[in-house]
């Protein structure tokens, strides 16, 4: 096998993994809520935080250096680069004047995610997620206060079954 073949198969590759996430588009738009539900029953997590807060989706698969890589735009399924998205620039920009555009995560991150496509299978993570949110909550938490926290968030975010981000932040 030649160069080009290399690379051209490994640009196949990656265009494949790039599809195979948006192509689960619908399913991925449950997900802020669903971590929302799931969120406060026996713990908190960063990841379920940031999906119902931000619309992003953390790969541990794309860690580097200590660092996320990669996020899945939970409203498109896209794969985005994670250092941009949660910058504190960007997150101002989405929550102020709605005109950030987010960047499509670079070749090679993607690549290094073949090795984890498991955290692709959306399903399989709404699924994870709805079965976290039937559990009974911790002993520690008082269930009322947690439900009454969960509307109040739900509420302020305007979340709904379906998560969509503004038009204007597009991927590039």
Known sequence: MDLSAIVYN???IVKGIRDYSKQQRNVWQRVPLLALNADGITGYSD???RA???GFWALEGSINSGKYRI???LA???LVNAE???SKEFLASYNYDKQSVLTRANDEDILNLAFHMEELKARKIASELIRISKQPYWK???KSKQEQWRLKVKKTLNLNELYFREESQQVE
Do not use: R
Request: zero cysteines.
């Open 10 to 12: 490994t640009n196949k």
């Open 47 to 49: 990841i379920y935080s």
């Open 52 to 54: 119902y807060n931000q």
């Open 71 to 73: 996020f899945v735009d």
């Open 76 to 78: 498109t399924g896209e």
């Open 84 to 86: 941009q998205a949660s």
């Open 140 to 142: 520690g938490y008082d």
